[in-house]
């Protein structure tokens, strides 16, 4: 552990710039809100409150070129190649819920039967700076997924505002060779302690400043998993649903994605990976135009199932919710992921 002052921090994001494509919070002056994008050491912002966009764009963008070939019609073969983005990429200030979003994509891209090469060439040139949230945002629910305020893992450093100082946690061996370049002064135990109450301080205050979101799952997860959950709630959810997409495009855990194959003039054709939704109807349809998830409470139901279900959880070893709130700000139905735990959970008390 280390102490670094708060005008050092500038210096660590410097550094990081010189080596890396740095990405970070920063407070756009037009809109006034917070994005995660391309910065520099000067306009990334650790005080920032949850970006609006979720950083699992940097290692899993939203249009992606993953794959090429050629055909030879007289030689009757393919070349075929694999394309890789070999820029290392550093993601400054990055708080607890989406560092457990990004665990999650790691899981699903990396933990499975089948390893995403493009995906893991992604994350094995990355550098994590995590910040831990000693103060919750209005929309934030983390305490109810495990996911927050603080970060116990996956960060190559990890920083929290001490108030007059930061404290650095090494997370990697990488992490350590380099905030050890900086000769900042070691942490004691002391300050290690100073963290954990201002941990459990911010717990204490999501019941007061957390209000725009409440989403208390354990029980709900029960409900999902077993399926005890009337049918008049998902129709009475998905009648809400206008199948933006939205919901799915904002989450830091959602992975679904289509493939779909551009050709040029030159004669090459392009392999491209884009996001998708579950909420779209065109999701599930079959060849033929066979649909089993027609009804637009069916793909709700699925959402959710995938959210909230001890399946979902023993593939992500946690649940598929980290509690940023980002569907509950983007949904114009009212139907983010809070507002359906309310649902279901007034069911249950009735």
Same mark, same amino acid.
């Given at each position: 552990?280390?102490?670094? +002052?708060?005008?050092?921090?500038? $210096?660590?994001?410097?550094?990081?710039?010189?080596?890396?494509?740095?990405?970070?919070?920063?407070?756009?002056?037009?809109?006034?809100?917070?994005?995660?994008?391309?910065?520099?050491?000067?306009?990334?912002?650790?005080?920032?409150?949850?970006?609006?966009?979720?950083?699992?764009?940097?290692?899993?963008?939203?249009?992606?070129?993953?794959?090429?070939?050629?055909?030879?019609?007289?030689? +009757?073969?393919? %070349?075929?190649?694999?394309?890789?983005?070999?820029?290392?990429?550093?993601?400054?200030?990055?708080?607890?819920?989406?560092?457990?979003?990004?665990?999650?994509?790691?899981?699903?891209?990396?933990?499975?039967?089948?390893? %995403?090469?493009?995906?893991?060439?992604?994350?094995?040139?990355?550098?994590?700076? @995590?910040?831990?949230?000693?103060?919750?945002?209005?929309?934030?629910? =983390?305490? #109810?997924?495990?996911?927050?305020?603080?970060?116990?893992?996956?960060?190559?450093?990890?920083?929290?505002?001490?108030?007059?100082?930061?404290?650095?946690?090494?997370?990697?061996?990488?992490?350590?060779?380099?905030?050890?370049?900086?000769?900042?002064?070691?942490?004691?135990?002391?300050?290690?302690?100073?963290?954990? +109450?201002?941990?459990?301080?911010?717990?204490?205050?999501?019941? %007061?400043?957390?209000?725009?979101? $409440?989403?208390?799952?354990?029980?709900?997860?029960?409900?999902?998993?077993?399926?005890?959950?009337?049918?008049?709630?998902?129709? &009475?959810?998905?009648?809400?649903?206008?199948? #933006?997409?939205?919901?799915?495009?904002? =989450?830091?855990?959602?992975? #679904?994605?289509?493939?779909?194959?551009?050709?040029?003039?030159?004669?090459?054709?392009?392999?491209? *990976?884009?996001?998708? @939704?579950? @909420?779209?109807?065109?999701?599930?349809?079959?060849?033929?135009?066979?649909?089993?998830?027609?009804?637009?409470?069916?793909? *709700?139901?699925?959402?959710?199932?995938?959210?909230?279900?001890?399946?979902? @959880?023993?593939? &992500?070893?946690?649940?598929?919710?980290?509690? =940023?709130?980002?569907?509950?700000?983007?949904?114009?139905? %009212?139907?983010?992921?809070?507002?359906?735990?309310? &649902?279901?959970?007034?069911?249950?008390?009735?």
């Amino acid at each position: 552990m280390y102490l670094i +002052k708060r005008d050092d921090i500038k $210096k660590i994001a410097h550094a990081l710039e010189e080596k890396y494509t740095l990405y970070g919070p920063y407070l756009d002056e037009v809109y006034g809100q917070c994005f995660f994008d391309i910065v520099n050491g000067d306009t990334v912002n650790v005080n920032a409150p949850i970006p609006t966009n979720p950083p699992k764009q940097v290692v899993f963008p939203h249009l992606e070129k993953i794959m090429q070939y050629k055909y030879d019609k007289k030689a +009757k073969k393919a %070349d075929i190649a694999m394309l890789f983005d070999d820029a290392p990429r550093a993601l400054f200030g990055l708080r607890s819920c989406d560092l457990t979003g990004l665990q999650c994509i790691d899981r699903f891209f990396l933990g499975q039967e089948f390893v %995403d090469e493009v995906y893991r060439h992604h994350r094995s040139r990355m550098f994590i700076v @995590s910040n831990t949230c000693v103060v919750p945002f209005k929309q934030c629910f =983390c305490v #109810c997924t495990d996911s927050g305020p603080a970060a116990n893992e996956g960060y190559d450093i990890n920083l929290t505002d001490l108030g007059d100082s930061y404290l650095a946690e090494v997370g990697s061996e990488k992490g350590k060779a380099f905030i050890e370049a900086f000769h900042f002064p070691a942490a004691t135990d002391e300050h290690a302690k100073l963290k954990q +109450k201002l941990v459990e301080k911010s717990i204490t205050m999501f019941e %007061d400043i957390a209000v725009e979101s $409440k989403a208390w799952v354990s029980r709900v997860m029960n409900r999902v998993t077993t399926g005890f959950i009337k049918e008049e709630i998902w129709e &009475y959810i998905g009648n809400q649903c206008l199948e #933006c997409g939205a919901c799915s495009y904002v =989450c830091p855990t959602c992975t #679904c994605f289509n493939i779909n194959d551009a050709s040029t003039v030159e004669g090459n054709t392009y392999r491209l *990976r884009t996001w998708d @939704s579950c @909420s779209y109807e065109g999701y599930s349809r079959m060849a033929g135009g066979h649909n089993p998830r027609k009804p637009i409470e069916d793909r *709700r139901n699925k959402r959710f199932f995938c959210k909230l279900s001890y399946s979902q @959880s023993k593939k &992500y070893l946690r649940p598929g919710c980290v509690g =940023c709130g980002r569907c509950a700000w983007v949904c114009p139905g %009212d139907i983010g992921l809070p507002n359906v735990v309310t &649902y279901i959970r007034r069911e249950i008390h009735e």
